[in-house]
């Protein structure tokens, strides 16, 4: 279905050095602004969030959503400007989708805003294709793409997934799968990764559950560029992310992806994410612990670590954060820096390279990058968020 397209003053100052970190008041109930983002009570709440969550009319006003991204996915407008679409249907057919599936929604040409009618469970028959121009949007609903093949975002641009969870993905399979309403093509079988980010531009993912999956988690490949990556959970996975097709795929070098205010959660082992040729700024990100690394790549890539908070597991072989491969002398030279990381449980990064690895963000797409001291309470709610009308989310 398709809808037409809407008593104490406190005075809190964030400043960091070396040395000095923040004391908050307890026990008073209040409300500022920083630039990391919004204070309620005594909850910080980060960029992302402060830009909607206090609006209670969220619902009737979904769109707002889409300027609310950070990092070099700011730009992606998902379907911003197109038609509310309402899922009601949780079956799938990969040929011929019927009107009211997820699958209808995603594939059609014009911009749209994907919403749901009611919790469900969505077990896909072979990979969701997506077309440019969509947001799939789960708030309001308990929605989770699961135990079956999962979402690939190929040759496309502006892409807006949030609020799902998507867990327990399997490989798709060889057939035909329908990408537009007037094309099916032949497939050769997902690898079942729960996303694939493959040739597209100006994605945001963000607050998903991600889990469990065959293959990665979200992999952003094959010249993928312009990718914020935001306030997921991730838990239960061995290889959680992947930046870059390989090695000797040079066209990689343009791939920029924003990884902000994701918490880490426990049962994961590497690639958080594991990098290629591209840059990567990772910010305000909770590490729970790994079971190898935390932070790694290849083939040269840029890596920016800013206020992370890492948590290194008990075992004595893993305190390290960091993990370089295939080049035994030439790593040194690769810009890995860490600033204003907070490291716990013996935890270290190894740093390397020399000059400036700013993520050199335009004015909008920029934001206040906290100590990792902070990490905690900015990465609070990672996840869907249950969410309901009428009332702030």
């Excluded at 980010?197 to 560029?225: E, Q």
């Excluded at 959680?240 to 902000?260: A, I, Y």
Aim: aromatic residues 10%.
């Amino acid at each position: 279905m398709i809808i037409p397209s809407s008593p104490l003053l406190f005075t809190f100052l964030l400043t960091f050095c070396a040395s000095t970190l923040p004391v908050y008041s307890q026990g008073n109930t209040y409300s500022t602004t920083s630039s990391y983002g919004s204070k309620s009570g005594n909850k910080l709440k980060n960029k992302i969030d402060s830009c909607w969550r206090s609006d209670p009319n969220w619902a009737s006003n979904r769109r707002a959503l889409a300027d609310c991204a950070v990092g070099f996915g700011k730009a992606a407008l998902g379907g911003k400007y197109g038609a509310i679409y309402v899922v009601t249907n949780p079956s799938d057919d990969p040929v011929n989708p019927k009107p009211g599936s997820l699958r209808y929604g995603v594939i059609q040409t014009k911009p749209l805003w994907i919403i749901f009618a009611k919790d469900m469970v969505i077990t896909l028959r072979n990979e969701l294709i997506m077309n440019s121009f969509k947001t799939i949007d789960g708030r309001g609903a308990k929605v989770e793409i699961a135990y079956g093949p999962c979402i690939t975002i190929q040759g496309v641009s502006n892409i807006i997934i949030h609020g799902i969870s998507i867990h327990d993905c399997k490989p798709g399979n060889d057939g035909l799968v329908r990408s537009t309403p007037m094309h099916v093509g032949h497939r050769h079988g997902s690898d079942g990764d729960a996303i694939v980010i493959f040739a597209s531009s100006n994605v945001w993912i963000d607050h998903c559950f991600l889990s469990r999956s065959s293959d990665g988690l979200i992999d952003v490949i094959h010249a993928s560029t312009a990718v914020t990556i935001s306030n997921n959970f991730f838990s239960q996975h061995d290889k959680v992310m992947l930046f870059g097709h390989k090695d000797s795929f040079t066209e990689d070098k343009v791939m920029k992806v924003t990884v902000v205010f994701n918490h880490f959660g426990p049962g994961l082992v590497q690639r958080m994410p594991r990098v290629r040729l591209g840059y990567a700024h990772i910010a305000n990100n909770k590490y729970d612990s790994w079971g190898k690394y935390a932070i790694g790549g290849s083939a040269n890539p840029t890596i920016f670590s800013e206020g992370n908070n890492f948590v290194a597991p008990d075992n004595s072989n893993a305190k390290v954060v960091t993990e370089r491969e295939g080049d035994a002398y030439g790593w040194k030279n690769w810009k890995w820096r860490s600033s204003k990381d907070q490291f716990k449980n013996g935890a270290y990064f190894v740093q390397s390279g020399w000059g400036s690895i700013s993520p050199q963000y335009s004015k909008s797409q920029s934001f206040g990058v906290a100590h990792g001291s902070l990490v905690p309470s900015l990465t609070s709610d990672a996840g869907p968020l249950r969410c309901v009308a009428r009332k702030q989310c």
